[in-house]
């Protein structure tokens, strides 16, 4: 009786090992199946987002994390860094080329991230009731009474621009990166900061964005928006 009792041992932990074998078999040939899924999607690289259907996909309420590059769209949802389709308090869902292009470590750090598709631009062009085309214009239009209003408007624009002091050139702002003694500029809304000494900017640069760049599009969809350029001294504009 004895001796059957210390048989029943190894067999009862040969048995547990196999099934532990498996449970390990059948996660990895589970997690493989997703794995080629995921694949078989990020392969169609030839879908197309529009700016406003890219915008969807920012990481929030079970929505993948999506950013656009030079035009194609990368899918960030698992990189590293990318938590909650955040990237150091910039959001995913928009077109990031300037500020990843511009960064330490550029377009190098996309190498290992997965290509779902590229990135188009909308046109505005649309049929009136007449059937002829019409395209919305915002900073300039025809017709004599709209070219009045416009040229009030670019008239007090320019005198408001010349106020806020030098014009500069994105080549020009470009120089005022923060490095070799250089002050750090930044561009937003046509107006251009100087952030050099400003909280969160060190050595020209803020979580890896490099300051002598137009930031506009960055900064107005971070989560503390404009707001964070209120103690921050506009030395000119853009042009």
Not at 105 to 122: E, F, K, N, R
Not at 177 to 195: E, F, L, T
Not at 206 to 211: L, N, S, T
């Amino acid at each position: 009786m004895s001796i059957k009792k210390y048989m029943m041992v190894p067999i009862l932990m040969l048995s547990l090992a196999l099934t532990g074998c498996t449970a390990s078999v059948v996660q990895d040939t589970a997690k493989k199946v997703v794995h080629t899924e995921t694949l078989a999607k990020h392969l169609n690289s030839n879908r197309t987002f529009t700016p406003a259907q890219l915008s969807h996909y920012n990481g929030k309420n079970g929505q993948p994390a999506y950013i656009a590059v030079n035009g194609k769209v990368y899918d960030v949802t698992h990189a590293p860094d990318w938590k909650n389709g955040q990237h150091h308090g910039i959001p995913s869902g928009q077109d990031l080329t300037q500020a990843i292009v511009q960064s330490p470590h550029g377009t190098s750090v996309l190498s290992a991230v997965p290509i779902v598709g590229q990135l188009i631009q909308t046109n505005t062009t649309k049929a009136t009731p007449s059937g002829q085309k019409t395209t919305k214009q915002t900073a300039t239009s025809s017709g004599s009474s709209s070219s009045n209003s416009s040229g009030s408007s670019a008239t007090q624009g320019s005198s408001s621009s010349q106020q806020s002091g030098r014009a500069f050139t994105l080549s020009e702002l470009k120089k005022y990166n923060g490095q070799n003694g250089q002050p750090a500029y930044v561009a937003i809304s046509g107006k251009v900061y100087d952030v050099t000494h400003a909280n969160g900017w060190h050595n020209g640069f803020h979580h890896g964005i490099e300051a002598g760049q137009d930031l506009t599009q960055a900064i107005q969809n971070s989560p503390h928006g404009t707001s964070v350029l209120a103690g921050v001294s506009i030395i000119g504009y853009l042009k």
